[in-house]
């Protein structure tokens, strides 16, 4: 579709067709243009800011003269009486009204009560979206603070907690606007930093990541499904190579692997029944097991 028309832009264009909203005119226009006919809209809404303005002229969409016929056939409108000149005018959607009553016209005050409403309407919007949350506190009977509750739109986003009662948060929780929980991160040394962290997805638990020695850099690594545990790979600092790895069933340790190579295989995996007893490993150094 064609820029938006302005006055010095009209002549040699003519008015085919008005209507009460842009939407309606963009259809008839998209209808025009996939016809390999060029058209415009016109309409005084500030570029479809404020719809209300354009109630009293209505939304025109106009072509070029050349193409006024052509359209009108496409859009199955009549054709204007011989000499019309429509280029500020469009024929009128809407059977004439009959009678002496003139057709309604919305007054300047009409136009600016519109305006107001819809500034008013933007303004209370506005607030509602940026409102500042409310944060609720819990305290131990001392007086020390524990606990720290962050409300948005009367929905739970976030929620802190001091275990230790040391005067700073050591766990952190965020929840999404689905009240699902995201993110929950644990200080476990109480030096302000979590070393402890888990993600979760539409409220299910899905990884976890855990530093050990307190360096800053995770050491242990689980995968859940279901919020339920499914591996477990011990790689310090950061490895890439896991010097432990294990594999749950249902909850329950069912295989340990230690010692993974280079090339992605480890040198001894032992599996185990439900009860924790070992019953096979791919490692000759246990006699009593059979090799997998």
Not at 194 to 211: A, H, R, S, V
Not at 248 to 254: A, H, L, M, Q, Y
Request: include cysteine.
């Amino acid at each position: 579709m064609t820029p938006e028309s302005d006055s010095a832009g009209e002549a040699g264009r003519v008015v085919i067709r008005s209507f009460a909203t842009r939407d309606a005119a963009e259809m008839v226009a998209a209808q025009l243009e996939a016809n390999g006919i060029a058209c415009w809209i016109a309409a005084d809404d500030c570029g479809g800011m404020l719809p209300n303005l354009a109630m009293a002229e209505g939304v025109r969409v106009l072509v070029s003269r050349s193409d006024a016929e052509e359209a009108r056939a496409l859009l199955d409108l009549p054709s204007p009486p011989a000499g019309f000149e429509g280029e500020n005018e469009p024929p009128p959607e809407n059977p004439p009204l009959t009678g002496d009553r003139p057709p309604k016209r919305f007054a300047p005050g009409q136009i600016l009560i519109g305006v107001v409403i819809g500034f008013l309407a933007t303004s209370f919007y506005e607030q509602a979206v940026h409102a500042p949350p409310t944060t609720y506190y819990h305290y131990t009977a001392d007086g020390k603070t524990e606990g720290k509750w962050v409300y948005r739109h009367g929905h739970l986003v976030e929620h802190f907690e001091d275990r230790n009662l040391d005067g700073a948060w050591d766990h952190w929780a965020y929840y999404d606007k689905n009240h699902f929980l995201t993110n929950s991160l644990y200080d476990n040394n109480f030096d302000g930093k979590p070393d402890e962290t888990f993600i979760y997805k539409d409220g299910n638990l899905l990884t976890m990541e855990k530093d050990n020695d307190f360096n800053g850099v995770p050491d242990e690594f689980c995968i859940y499904k279901y919020g339920i545990v499914q591996q477990m790979d011990m790689r310090p600092n950061g490895s890439k190579l896991s010097t432990l790895r294990e594999i749950f069933s249902n909850g329950v340790i069912s295989e340990i692997w230690h010692g993974e190579e280079s090339n992605g295989h480890f040198w001894e995996i032992v599996k185990y029944d439900p009860f924790l007893n070992p019953v096979s490993t791919n490692f000759e150094s246990y006699p009593l097991l059979p090799v997998h």
